[in-house]
C-alpha cells in the first residue's frame, strides 16, 4: 500500500478529527436511509476524488475570453484535495487516462510537470487513455518513473513492450477497515492510436478482462468495494461500440466506473443494473481537470445469507458539510 | 463462561473468518453522495505546486505568448461545418500547396484532431495554436483516385462532417451525395491531390481507405502549417477570419 507524504503527515491531526467526522457522517447517512441504516453499524466512510482527461492541463484555461477561462489548474486542484483529506478520513485519488496531450507542456516536456503534479498530489491509482501513449509507449514509461502510484489496466498486454511489468491488472488499496479493490480498460487501439505508438501493444476485450479481475477483487481478495478506471468512453451512438454503459451492464463484480475519453460532463453519476440486478455507479467528470468528481461512499456490514442477493445503492446529492 | 458458550464464540468467530477470506469483503456499498468541486480563479493555490510548475511554465510561457495574428471575430468548430473548421482546412490546403509546390484539389482537418471548440475575437499566441493542434502529426499530400476520395468523404459524412476546403457535399444517409472538388463534379476515375495529417493517411479515424497509398512528406507539422497560414495573414496587414460557405451541409 502506498501512501503520499502528504497523508502521513495528516495522520495525527486525522485523529484528532476523526470523532467529529464520523458524527457528521452518521448524520448524513441517517438524512439519507433512515433507521435501517442505523441498526448496520459501525459506519464506515470512503471519498473516492476522481479527474479524468486532464489533458495537461496544468494551468487554468487563459483569460481570454475563451469558455472555460479561468477554469482548472493543478495549483488549485491540489489545494482542494489536501482541504478535503484534512477533514475526511478516507480520501482515494484516482484518475481514468489521458494525462497526456492537449497543452504545449506536453510539446515541451513529453508529460514530466503533469507527472510530478500528479504525484504531489498523492494520486493513488490511474489507469491509461489513448493519448498516453502520444509521446510513444517508451516516453509514458519513462516518465513513470517521477511516480510513486501504479497504472491499472487489464485489458492491455504489455508483454515484450517497455511497458511489461510497469502496468498491473488490479490494485488493491486498504483504507482503514475497508479493502478497495482497483482494475482499469483502456480502449481498443487500431483506428485510434498509431501502430508506431503502440508497439507490441496487444488490446483484449475489456469487459471479459476487467470481470475477471473484478470476481478475482470481490471473491477472492475479499474487495469490499471494486473500482474501475475506464477509458472506454461514457457511451456511443454506435449500440455495439463497448462503453462505460455496457460494461456497467455485462459486468457482475464491478460497484463503481470511473470513466473518460468521451469527455462527459455527468451531472450525477448514473446507476445502471449489472448481471445479478445490482447497482453499478458510473461516473465522469469532463475534461481538462475543470471539475474534481467527489462520491462519499457509505458501507453497511454485509450479511451472511444474501452475498449472491442483488444490492441497490442509494444516491444522493452531497449536502455541504 | 462454561465450556459450551466459549467453543460457539470460537465457532462464529471462526466461521466469520472464513467468509471474510474465501467470499468477499465484510461490507457493501449502501449509500453514495456526489459532489462536483468546481475548480475556478477563486479556489485558493496550493504553493508547492505553484513552485514546482514555474520552471516549467516560464520557460513554456516565454515561447507561447508571441502573438501570431489577430481574430477578427469569434470562430466555432461544428458539425457539418463551422468557421474554425474552414479556416483550418484552408489552411492546410494553401500550406500544403506552398510546402509541396503543387495545386492541391482537396484538404482535410479530422474534426477530432481539432482540441478547440472556439476561438474568441482578438489576438492570437502560439499557444492557442498548440492547443487548437497539440498532436506532433505531419502534413503530407496524397494523389487519389476519385473513387478513393469518394469514399474518404464517405468516412468523413458517417463521422458528421470534417473541416473541408477544396470540395463542397451533402451529407446523406451518411454518405458524400453531390460532391463538387474545384467546383466541379467529383470523376470517380479522374486523380486529386489531397492534403491530409500523417494521423489520417495511416488509417486513424478509421480511415483505412488512404493507407495503401503513397505520401509525401517535407516535414513540416499540422501545427506548424497552421502558425504559417496565420503569420502569413498577418504579414498581409490583414486579420484572420472565416465564413460558412456551405462547404458541407445536411441533406433536408
Not at chain 1, 228 to 255: F, P, Q, T
Not at chain 1, 292 to 321: H, P
Not at chain 2, 5 to 18: D, K
Not at chain 2, 126 to 134: D, T
Given at each position: 500500500?502506498?501512501?503520499?507524504k502528504?497523508?502521513?503527515?495528516?495522520?495525527?491531526?486525522?485523529?484528532?478529527?476523526?470523532?467529529?467526522?464520523?458524527?457528521?457522517?452518521?448524520?448524513?447517512?441517517?438524512?439519507?436511509?433512515?433507521?435501517?441504516?442505523?441498526?448496520?453499524?459501525?459506519?464506515?466512510?470512503?471519498t473516492?476524488?476522481?479527474?479524468?482527461?486532464?489533458?495537461?492541463?496544468?494551468?487554468?484555461?487563459?483569460?481570454?475570453?475563451?469558455?472555460n477561462?479561468?477554469?482548472?489548474?493543478?495549483?488549485?486542484?491540489?489545494?482542494?484535495?489536501?482541504?478535503?483529506?484534512?477533514?475526511?478520513e478516507?480520501?482515494?485519488?484516482?484518475?481514468?487516462?489521458?494525462?497526456?496531450?492537449?497543452?504545449?507542456?506536453?510539446?515541451?516536456?513529453?508529460?514530466?510537470?503533469?507527472?510530478?503534479a500528479?504525484?504531489?498530489?498523492?494520486?493513488?491509482?490511474?489507469?491509461?487513455?489513448?493519448?498516453?501513449?502520444?509521446?510513444?509507449l517508451?516516453?509514458f514509461?519513462?516518465?513513470?518513473?517521477?511516480?510513486?502510484?501504479?497504472?491499472?489496466?487489464?485489458?492491455?498486454?504489455?508483454?515484450?513492450?517497455?511497458?511489461?511489468?510497469?502496468?498491473?491488472?488490479?490494485?488493491?488499496?486498504?483504507?482503514?477497515?475497508?479493502?478497495?479493490?482497483?482494475?482499469?480498460?483502456?480502449?481498443?487501439?487500431?483506428?485510434?492510436?498509431?501502430?508506431?505508438?503502440a508497439?507490441?501493444?496487444?488490446y483484449?476485450?475489456?469487459?471479459?478482462?476487467?470481470?475477471?479481475?473484478?470476481?478475482?477483487?470481490?471473491?477472492k481478495?475479499?474487495?469490499d468495494?471494486?473500482?474501475?478506471?475506464?477509458?472506454?468512453?461514457?457511451?456511443?451512438?454506435e449500440?455495439?461500440?463497448?462503453s462505460?454503459?455496457?460494461?456497467?451492464?455485462?459486468?457482475?463484480?464491478?460497484?463503481?466506473i470511473?470513466?473518460?475519453?468521451?469527455?462527459?460532463?455527468?451531472?450525477?453519476?448514473?446507476?445502471?443494473?449489472?448481471?445479478?440486478?445490482?447497482?453499478?455507479?458510473?461516473?465522469?467528470?469532463?475534461?481538462?481537470?475543470?471539475?474534481?468528481?467527489?462520491?462519499?461512499f457509505?458501507?453497511?456490514?454485509?450479511?451472511?445469507?444474501?452475498?449472491?442477493?442483488?444490492?441497490?445503492?442509494?444516491?444522493?446529492?452531497?449536502?455541504?458539510? | 463462561?462454561?465450556?459450551?458458550?466459549?467453543?460457539?464464540?470460537?465457532?462464529?468467530?471462526?466461521l466469520?473468518?472464513?467468509?471474510?477470506?474465501?467470499?468477499?469483503?465484510?461490507?457493501?456499498?449502501a449509500?453514495?453522495?456526489?459532489?462536483?468541486?468546481?475548480?475556478?480563479?477563486?479556489?485558493?493555490?496550493?504553493?508547492n505546486?505553484?513552485?514546482?510548475l514555474?520552471?516549467?511554465s516560464?520557460?513554456?510561457?516565454?515561447?507561447?505568448?508571441?502573438?501570431?495574428g489577430?481574430?477578427?471575430?469569434?470562430?466555432?468548430?461544428?458539425?457539418?461545418?463551422?468557421?474554425?473548421?474552414n479556416?483550418?482546412?484552408?489552411?492546410?490546403?494553401v500550406e500544403?500547396?506552398?510546402?509541396?509546390?503543387?495545386?492541391?484539389?482537396?484538404?482535410?482537418?479530422?474534426?477530432?484532431?481539432?482540441?478547440?471548440?472556439?476561438?474568441?475575437?482578438?489576438?492570437?499566441?502560439?499557444?492557442?495554436?498548440?492547443?487548437?493542434?497539440?498532436?506532433?502529426?505531419?502534413l503530407?499530400i496524397?494523389?487519389?483516385?476519385?473513387?478513393?476520395?469518394?469514399?474518404l468523404l464517405?468516412r468523413?459524412?458517417?463521422?458528421?462532417?470534417?473541416?473541408?476546403?477544396?470540395?463542397?457535399?451533402?451529407?446523406?444517409?451518411?454518405?458524400?451525395?453531390?460532391?463538387?472538388v474545384?467546383g466541379?463534379?467529383?470523376?470517380?476515375?479522374?486523380?486529386?491531390?489531397?492534403?491530409?495529417?500523417?494521423?489520417?493517411?495511416?488509417?486513424?479515424?478509421?480511415?483505412?481507405?488512404?493507407?495503401?497509398i503513397?505520401?509525401?512528406?517535407?516535414?513540416?507539422?499540422?501545427?506548424d502549417?497552421f502558425?504559417?497560414?496565420f503569420q502569413?495573414?498577418?504579414?498581409?496587414?490583414?486579420?484572420?477570419?472565416?465564413q460558412?460557405?456551405?462547404?458541407?451541409?445536411?441533406?433536408?
Amino acid at each position: 500500500m502506498r501512501k503520499s507524504k502528504t497523508e502521513y503527515g495528516m495522520l495525527n491531526r486525522r485523529k484528532f478529527l476523526q470523532s467529529a467526522s464520523l458524527a457528521t457522517g452518521a448524520l448524513l447517512t441517517q438524512r439519507v436511509i433512515g433507521q435501517e441504516w442505523m441498526e448496520d453499524n459501525p459506519v464506515n466512510q470512503l471519498t473516492i476524488l476522481h479527474t479524468n482527461d486532464v489533458h495537461s492541463r496544468l494551468d487554468p484555461f487563459p483569460m481570454d475570453g475563451s469558455r472555460n477561462q479561468g477554469l482548472g489548474g493543478v495549483a488549485a486542484r491540489a489545494e482542494i484535495i489536501k482541504s478535503i483529506r484534512a477533514t475526511t478520513e478516507h480520501v482515494l485519488l484516482v484518475d481514468a487516462g489521458d494525462i497526456f496531450q492537449g497543452t504545449p507542456y506536453f510539446n515541451f516536456y513529453k508529460g514530466e510537470p503533469e507527472m510530478k503534479a500528479m504525484a504531489a498530489m498523492g494520486y493513488e491509482a490511474v489507469t491509461m487513455g489513448n493519448h498516453d501513449f502520444d509521446a510513444g509507449l517508451e516516453n509514458f514509461a519513462t516518465q513513470l518513473q517521477l511516480v510513486n502510484f501504479p497504472v491499472v489496466i487489464a485489458n492491455y498486454d504489455f508483454t515484450n513492450t517497455v511497458m511489461e511489468g510497469k502496468a498491473r491488472p488490479y490494485h488493491i488499496i486498504k483504507k482503514g477497515k475497508l479493502k478497495i479493490g482497483l482494475t482499469g480498460v483502456g480502449i481498443e487501439l487500431k483506428g485510434l492510436v498509431p501502430d508506431n505508438l503502440a508497439g507490441n501493444t496487444k488490446y483484449l476485450d475489456p469487459v471479459v478482462e476487467a470481470s475477471r479481475q473484478a470476481e478475482f477483487l470481490k471473491r477472492k481478495a475479499g474487495c469490499d468495494l471494486v473500482v474501475c478506471l475506464s477509458h472506454l468512453g461514457y457511451k456511443y451512438r454506435e449500440a455495439n461500440k463497448v462503453s462505460d454503459e455496457i460494461l456497467a451492464r455485462e459486468s457482475e463484480h464491478i460497484d463503481v466506473i470511473i470513466g473518460g475519453h468521451t469527455h462527459t460532463f455527468l451531472d450525477a453519476p448514473v446507476v445502471y443494473k449489472n448481471k445479478f440486478g445490482s447497482d453499478v455507479i458510473v461516473n465522469q467528470v469532463g475534461w481538462a481537470g475543470i471539475l474534481l468528481g467527489r462520491m462519499d461512499f457509505g458501507f453497511q456490514r454485509n450479511k451472511k445469507k444474501n452475498l449472491e442477493a442483488s444490492r441497490s445503492v442509494i444516491i444522493g446529492k452531497k449536502t455541504s458539510e | 463462561m462454561s465450556m459450551f458458550s466459549s467453543a460457539s464464540i470460537r465457532i462464529i468467530g471462526l466461521l466469520t473468518i472464513c467468509t471474510a477470506i474465501a467470499c468477499t469483503g465484510s461490507y457493501s456499498p449502501a449509500t453514495v453522495q456526489y459532489d462536483k468541486v468546481r475548480i475556478t480563479t477563486e479556489s485558493p493555490k496550493d504553493k508547492n505546486l505553484e513552485q514546482l510548475l514555474k520552471p516549467y511554465s516560464d520557460s513554456v510561457n516565454h515561447s507561447m505568448n508571441i502573438v501570431v495574428g489577430e481574430l477578427e471575430r469569434e470562430l466555432e468548430k461544428k458539425l457539418p461545418e463551422g468557421t474554425l473548421n474552414n479556416l483550418l482546412a484552408d489552411a492546410m490546403q494553401v500550406e500544403a500547396s506552398k510546402a509541396f509546390g503543387v495545386p492541391v484539389d482537396a484538404a482535410f482537418v479530422n474534426y477530432g484532431g481539432v482540441r478547440t471548440s472556439q476561438l474568441p475575437a482578438g489576438p492570437i499566441t502560439i499557444g492557442k495554436v498548440y492547443e487548437i493542434m497539440p498532436f506532433d502529426n505531419l502534413l503530407i499530400i496524397q494523389e487519389l483516385k476519385g473513387s478513393v476520395l469518394q469514399q474518404l468523404l464517405n468516412r468523413i459524412a458517417e463521422r458528421g462532417g470534417w473541416p473541408s476546403a477544396g470540395v463542397q457535399f451533402t451529407i446523406k444517409d451518411k454518405k458524400a451525395v453531390d460532391v463538387l472538388v474545384g467546383g466541379k463534379p467529383l470523376d470517380p476515375s479522374a486523380n486529386y491531390i489531397v492534403a491530409n495529417s500523417d494521423y489520417i493517411a495511416n488509417g486513424g479515424d478509421d480511415c483505412d481507405m488512404l493507407t495503401p497509398i503513397p505520401q509525401q512528406n517535407k516535414g513540416v507539422l499540422v501545427r506548424d502549417a497552421f502558425l504559417h497560414y496565420f503569420q502569413s495573414i498577418t504579414a498581409a496587414g490583414k486579420k484572420i477570419n472565416a465564413q460558412i460557405e456551405n462547404r458541407v451541409r445536411y441533406a433536408q
